[in-house]
């Protein structure tokens, strides 16, 4: 299930509930790459662009261990609280702000 959102700083994308333990959600933003939400078994939330930095995979469809992702085309490990791949890898998954406010989930868009 994917969300379109307007452009602006802290934006509201979704309900946390909508967003599964241990699984992702994709939010499409008009003018910058798609962006997967994740949430970990101990409740926090994570967002990052959905591209892995080896060669673009959709984290989002990864598998969701601890914080960190691992992404389904090459396995690259993706730390969920940086961006950053995990050694013996190298390279970043760009991080988007995330709060959580009334139960709900914004994304901070300014940078994109």
Do not use: Y
């Amino acid at each position: 299930m994917s969300t379109v959102i307007s452009s602006c700083n802290w934006v509201s994308v979704c309900h946390v509930d909508e967003v599964p333990i241990q699984g992702s959600r994709v939010v499409q933003h008009r003018s910058a790459p798609d962006i997967a939400v994740f949430k970990a078994v101990d409740g926090h939330v994570f967002a990052l662009v959905d591209r892995c930095p080896h060669r673009g995979g959709p984290l989002s469809s990864g598998l969701i261990h601890g914080h960190s992702v691992t992404c389904p085309l090459h396995s690259w490990n993706i730390d969920l609280e940086s961006g950053q791949a995990l050694a013996p890898d190298e390279g970043c998954a760009r991080k988007v702000p995330v709060k959580i406010e009334d139960d709900m989930v914004h994304l901070d868009l300014g940078g994109l």
